[in-house]
């Protein structure tokens, strides 16, 4: 192959061949070399846990990514290609872009957690009613330390229970300033990032329309199970539901509706 | 605490074997496995004399099943191909299989080859000393470099993994480098392409063995082509059978019926074509190749035991009674009618694979000469058991721990919904 | 791949093997044995594991049977080894005609094997083996190959390195005269070595009654044979009239 | 940081390698490791010369030129004529596998001196010298220092010597040594005699040859092969087929009228009085026709010549076979056969007689010495065993390997090899005429090994010399140029005292058990790589291969390819059961070597045949 070694002599073959491979295998490693380069780029920039999600989030079924206008029924069927990043997402500023306010209560965040302002400039978050129902008392363990940084979007802290683990993602930026377990409802306090944003979390109307569609899915799987407790009202459901559901069906819907595959 | 550990690492909402009884299922293929190392041994530290080859069986059993096993393999980059390129979004229940079985097939070939070949502390020499008009040395370098490229295809796979895209920066690796896939697709597709061929191409350019030669399109015989379709037409039906066995043995539902359809409708398609072509191709052969090379057809069918009943076999009952099983909608819906025409089309290829190896070394040249037959050592046996081991090993700890069947998750939900229903 | 030509001019080495002759007692085998370096059989050696660069087939005819030496034919046209060969480990020397195995090179994959339609070539399944102290009786002009590597006749190339050696030494180029040892042991001088550039020999090699192994497959092989007798011809040549013609006789 | 660093560092490196010479001089290398492998055996380095010999490794002596590299022998190679492939591997004699290096006392390691010790004590009960290859210059030597010995007697091996031309030496008058010329016959009826295979010079099996053969054989022998005219006959038939063509050939009125006037005519009438040509025919399983054919031929093709030795390792033909042979020879005109001139022996040199091996008495032998020089030729034990003396008899077998007598010597004491001493060839079987064929020695031979004649100087207290000596004749030789002579008129038709109706009985005599056909290659066990003929080839029978018709095989109830035991009443040895469907049916064809002398018994008519054989499956 090379034309110091004895005997050896170059024909158009031979050119033809190592030509063709040697490109293939540049490819190849052109490929690669770039995937490792973006890579090591992203976590430069800090985009790491971000992408992170990215790639789990495409991993979702399509029904898990309902774009919040969807749910509301302003746009028909659109599937959210951001990661429920709505702060970067422009058909989200258009449809929002008259609506200022600030919003009052609790803002939900498509993983089954809430953020309510503390009043003393402080975000308390906790998990949702179907994520209660789900887990069941989240427990002492569960919460993460002071001090830890939550991206939104990111893994806040994770959830054993029954041999399954459910990891929770983070509604919010910011850093906890107080953990707490969950018994008054919300499981940390966090003084919010810099540049902290929350338009990207489901309020309203908005949130009472995705909160009826995972209500609905729980009670399609519930309907399916003999014993389980029916509801016609829509309301909340009763009883634990990992004692209820067989045990495989309820660790995966629980993942799926906290959107951990 | 191992129980845990395990439990852990399986992805979620699927159900798998207790861990007792995949430590069995384990043990019992690690046996086969030491057995088989144990051959590999003695091959490689003492001499191929362990095997039964011999000056005329230069090839014996690996080379047939290092054939067979790269075109039952091409079931990975066919798929790749369909769904990266041509976009077949049904695929996508499939291709992470598919790639782990291609993995499998191709790195087993590989380490077969090592350990059948003299010198295989060598063989970078073919890198070094390239005979561009070898159709091994083709065979070489793109099976070199496929396997590569089916080991990043494999990482993707590897780093979804429940425990594994938690750590440090995997996910973000797994991101870019998927999203770089297509361009491994389309390598993949043509490197498999050419080596498929060249496989075919390396019985095919032998002038020296009438039985085999072909003549065919500029430097490339009739085998050649005949191999890439015969592998992409084996392929699906391939990856259809493998996924009815993982079924059978994981006890779970993997893919829905569009899925098998899917596979089924194209191995079909393809079987067909391959079977036109190939007659064709055989009509020329007997009729002027051979002939004018001195060996009448009927030379090649007089020797006990291989009578033309091999060709008819091999085109009429294992090529076209499954392709047309395939491509006829109704027939290929009954689950038993398309698992045994998939399993006839893969039989068929693996005797087109024997045919063109084992007969070929067989059938004398020399006028003077005679038939001789071959019967593998127990040292060839155990050595491709322990590929086969390899293999399943390999594949079961990928089922069991990494998403080989997107769909399998949601099958089994709705699964466990009516049993316990039932219940 | 190609190797330059020895200046001057060059040679195509070939063989006419006189079938009548030839009386099958393996002289040349174990000549070409000891010239060289093929080690002995071992104990569970077969005809079909041996090494044997030449092998003398008994063929059966009608009448009695003849002995058909069979060595590399050195073929020429389109040799059916060297294009196969995945790393150039087979080559033709344009200077001799000779198809040489470089068994250094060799990866033992036995392509080559496969691909020659005369059994030519012979594999290393086993380290060579000599009784102790036999490996002194070694000729000293030729290496013993590995176990794991293809060799094949060469037209005792030692010995042809030794012609050239020695002509160079007197200053001369090109081809040169040598015997191989084959064509030095047969006692009934059956076969016949020479230089087929050489007008007299190709003429003896073309005559009428000479033919090539297996020539419709086009190997243009460079071993000749020859024979008187119809029935040897139909059954050796492996051509199809001279097969009925045998039969005829 | 500093781990980013150390990482650019590192592929820095690594790419600034790439450009240097190492990487691609340690590729280069690791090729060259896979080449030289520490047991893989290195070629000698040395001067290359060449010497001029003979081979002695049988009786054809063919000249030869030894190649040595640093004064080892690298090749033989032929000087002229023709070399036989057992020639060709002739130099790796003194490497055999089964090279014995030591004396051995019953496998215990001894010394060359208490060797003597115990033989000098032996030797007073009676001393005999049995020669395997007689007529070397180290045969003559035998005789002259046994002189010096009371009681001693020198036994040559009585299959050595050809047979035909011994009992044609019978029938001619006076006391004279013939030898059968095939140079000077047109026509030859080879009777299971390996005519063209080890019998004479390899040149006469050349394809040039100048005679008309017609082989009578019982299996698919070489000679059978290249034979003009093959007779397949029925194991033992050979004195039927001979007295059946003796009775053809008498009917031409020539050859009655001649035959008349010699003496043993009437006797010969009485043994082909029951030699009908059906009845001929019937035993040897030819059809009249065919005989009729041949005798036409031999009369025709005149000078025609008979020869019916039979394979000196199968077996010698029997007695009746040799004078049947020689009375067709007889009737034939015998005009290939010449009187076999001695080879000179100088002066001073005293021999004692020659005595025939059943001239010896029972019992009567307390020393036997067993010169075998070179590979090959073994009498049966049946046949020498009841000459020794029941108590205290010791056999010396003076041998270089460890195989054939080994089993039954109580002291082995080693010889120097072909190339390792100087020594000559007995003159070849097929010639009158003589010369000396002297192969110097090559090589040293091993550290404790004794020349034969040596061995017996010791004993009968002369100094050893037997380099010296065939020197000293060999310079005779030089001077004294011996050409063949025409053979005497034959006066007999058969030899004084022949019963011809024993001959006919004989002829007429069923055989035993199965019908086997023994033979073998008597150079088979010169070298290891010889086995490619038989182990890597199928060119020749393996020793110890039993090859028969498939269907044959099957009738008697055995498995082709399995190793089996043939068992007769002397003995048994290791056999491979090989079916060859071009062999022919019926008939058992065993190709044992020197092998076969360890389970045949030696009849009183001189021939060795396997008494009730049988193969036991191991």
Known sequence: MFPWVYGFSWTPGHVIFVGVFLTVAAAVAVTVFLAVFRSVQDFRRGKARQIAWQSHFHDLPASDRACRHALTGELKGRVCDNGFDCRQCSVHARLTAIETAPPAGRLYHRGHTWVRPAGDGTLLVGLDEIATKLLGSVGQAAAP??????????????VRKKGAEFRILSPVDGVIVESHDGSQGWFARVKPAENYSDVHLLRGHEATAWF??????????????????????????????SEVLPPGVWESLSAEMLLDS | MVSALDRAWIPRGVVRAPLTRFGLWVGLWLGVFAVGAYAMYLCLADGLFHTNMDNRYVFGLWIFLDLTVIALGAGAFFTGFLLYVLRKKELKAVINSAVVLGLICYSGAMVILAVDV????????????????????EVTFCITCYLLVLCIEYVPILLKNRRLRGIGGYLVFEHELHKLMVVFALIGTLLSFFHQGSLGGLFGVLRGRPFAFREGFAIWPSTFFLFILSAIAAGPSFIALTTWLVEKISRRRLISAEAYDTLARISGKMLMLYVLMKSLDTLFWLNQTAPARGFPAHRFYEFGNFGGWTLFIEIVILGLLPGLALIHAPLRAKRPVLLAAALAACAGVTLNRFVLTIQTMALPTLPFDRLMSYWPSWQEFAAFGAVVAYGVLVYSFSFRYLTLFPQERELTRAELMQRSQEA | MTRRATPGKAARYGMIIDLDRCNG??????????????????????????????????????????????????????TPCVSVCPQNAVD?????????????????????????????????????????????????????????????????????????????????????????????????????????NDAAFAAKARAAGAFRLLEPLGTGPKVYYRTGRAEVRGAVSGLIEEAKNGQRS | MIRRELIKFAGGAATGLAFTPLPWRLLGDSAIWTQNWSWMPRTPRGEVGEKEANCTLCPAGCAVKVRTCGGTPIGVWPRGEAMCPAGFAGHTLPWHPLRLRQCLNRGRVSSLEEALEASRAAAEGGLAVLDMLPGRTASLLHRVHLSGIANARYIPAPQAEGGTARAMARLAAGSVQLSAELGRAKTVLSVSTPLLDGWAAPRRTAANRGFTLWQAESWRSRTMDLADSRLLIRPGSETALL??????????????RRARLLQGFDQLQAAIAHAAPAAAAERTGLSEDRIAALADALLRGQPSLVIADGDPLGGPLPEDARLAAAAVNVLLGAEAFSTRREPPVPKPWRCIECTRLEQV??????????????????????????????????????????ASYARRADWLVPVPVYLESAADAPPPPDTGSWRIAVSPAVLNPPEGAIAAADFVARLAGAEPDSAARLEERQKLAGEEELEAAPAP?????????????????????????????????????????????????????????????????????????????????AGQMQVLLEADPTAPSGIIALSAGPAYAQICEAAPNGAWRLKNPKVVRS
Not at chain 3, 162 to 182: F, H, I, L, Q, R
Not at chain 4, 244 to 256: C, D, F, K, N
Not at chain 4, 371 to 399: R, S, Y
Not at chain 4, 500 to 517: F, H, I, R
Request: proline content about 9%; glycine content about 8%; overall charge negative.
């Open chain 3, 25 to 78: 007692c393996g002289a040349c085998m174990i000549a070409c044995a000891v010239e060289n370096n093929v080690p002995p059989p071992d104990a569970k050696a077969t005809p079909r594991t041996g090494l044997n660069w030449v092998r003398v087939f008994r063929v059966e005819t009608a009448t009695r049977p003849a002995f058909v030496p069979v060595m590399c034919m050195q073929c020429g046209d389109e």
């Open chain 4, 361 to 402: 008495d029972n019992h009567s032998i307390g020393l036997l010495i067993i010169d075998e020089p070179a590979p090959g030729l073994a009498l049966p034990w049946a046949a020498i065993a009841p000459k020794l003396k029941p108590e205290g008899a010791l056999v010396v077998a003076l041998t270089w390997n460890r």
């Open chain 4, 489 to 569: 008129a034959f006066t007999r038709i058969l030899p004084a005292g022949t019963d011809g109706a024993q001959l006919a009985a004989a002829a007429a005599a069923n055989l035993e058990g199965p019908p086997v056909a023994a033979h073998g290659w008597r150079q088979a066990s010169v070298s290891p790589l010889l086995g490619k003929l038989w182990q890597e080839w199928d060119l020749r029978p393996a020793p110890g291969a039993v090859t028969s018709h498939p269907e044959t095989l099957r009738g008697l109830g055995w498995h082709a390819d399995s190793g089996a035991r043939l068992e007769s009443e």
């Open chain 1, 212 to 241: 009826q569609r995972e209500v609905d899915r729980l009670q399609m799987a519930a309907c399916q199970v003999n014993g389980m407790p029916a509801l016609a009202d829509g309301g909340v459901l009763e009883g634990d539901l």
């Open chain 2, 118 to 137: 003299g010198q295989p502390l060598r063989a970078w020499f073919t890198y070094w000393y390239p005979n561009a008009h070898s159709m091994l040395a």
């Open chain 3, 92 to 196: 033709v020397d344009p200077s001799t005609g000779v198809v040489g195995q470089i068994p250094e090179r060799c990866l033992g994959c036995r392509y080559c094997m496969a691909a020659c339609p005369y059994q030519a070539r012979v594999f290393n399944w086993r380290d060579p083996q000599w009784p102790a102290g036999m490996e002194q009786a070694l000729n000293p002009n030729v290496s013993a190959r590995q176990r794991g590597t293809v060799e094949k006749c060469n037209f005792c190339h030692g010995r042809w390195h030794a012609a050239v050696e020695a002509a160079a030494n007197e200053g001369k180029t090109g081809s040169v005269s040598y015997t191989p040892a084959c064509v030095e042991a047969c006692p009934a001088q059956a076969i016949e070595f020479g230089d087929l």
């Open chain 1, 145 to 158: 330390p002071a001090g830890t940084v939550l991206e939104a979007n990111a893994p806040a802290f994770t």
């Open chain 4, 243 to 256: 007295l059946g063509l003796a009775r053809q050939l008498l009917q031409t009125a020539g050859v009655e």
